[in-house]
C-alpha cells in the first residue's frame, strides 16, 4: 500500500526544495524533521502559549518577538505535538509563500483556514506536509522496515491523518 503511494506521489510540484534555502533541508536528513530549527534558520522564532482552541495559530510581524526575519509563529499550547509540529510547518509556508499578501500577519484557526483564500490555504497545507514527511524520509523509514501508517506517523512525528493524506490513503 505505502510503496503504491511511494511511486505514485514521487514529485512535489512546488516542492520546498524550490523555495527554501538549502542549509534548511540539513534539518531534513532523519526523523523527525526538526521543524523548529528550520525556522530558527529562516529567520523566524516559534513560541508556544495558551490560545483560544478554536485557534492553530498565528504568523506575525512583531519586532519585540520576531527573529531575524521580523516575524514570529506563536503556536496553541493547547494542542498536541502533532498537531502544533503541523502548525509550525503551516505559518513557516505562509512566510515563505504568502508574506507579501498578509503584511499584517495571518491568524489560522482550528482547521487552518484565514483571511487568506482557500487555495492558499490548501497550498500552505501542501507545502507543510511536504516540509514535514519528505519523500526521501519516508522511503528511508520504509526500508528499516517502518511501513505501517501508524509508525511512520509515530516516527516523523505528524498525524496519522496527515500520514494517511501524504500517501495519498484514504482518511
Ligand atoms: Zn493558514
Request: hydrophobic share 45%.
Amino acid at each position: 500500500m505505502i510503496e503504491h503511494a511511494l511511486r505514485a506521489d514521487e514529485a512535489d510540484a512546488g516542492a520546498p526544495h524550490a523555495v527554501v534555502p538549502g542549509a534548511v533541508s540539513r534539518h531534513q536528513q532523519s526523523a523527525p524533521v526538526k521543524i523548529v530549527a528550520i525556522a530558527r534558520d529562516l529567520g523566524l522564532r516559534v513560541w508556544t502559549e495558551p490560545l483560544p482552541d478554536a485557534l492553530s495559530g498565528k504568523l506575525v510581524r512583531d519586532p519585540e518577538r520576531a527573529g531575524a526575519s521580523g516575524w514570529a509563529i506563536i503556536v496553541n499550547a493547547q494542542h498536541v505535538k502533532a498537531r502544533r509540529r503541523f502548525t509550525i510547518a503551516h505559518e513557516i509556508a505562509h512566510f515563505l509563500l504568502h508574506r507579501d499578501q498578509a503584511l499584517q500577519g495571518v491568524q489560522d484557526d482550528a482547521f487552518y483556514r484565514s483571511h487568506l483564500s482557500g487555495a492558499i490555504e490548501t497550498e500552505a497545507n501542501r507545502f507543510a506536509a511536504q516540509l514535514l514527511m519528505p519523500w526521501p524520509l519516508i522511503r528511508s523509514l520504509n526500508a528499516e522496515g517502518v511501513t505501517e501508517i501508524r509508525d511512520l506517523a509515530a516516527r516523523l512525528e505528524v498525524s496519522e491523518t496527515a500520514m494517511r493524506i501524504r500517501l495519498g490513503l484514504p482518511t
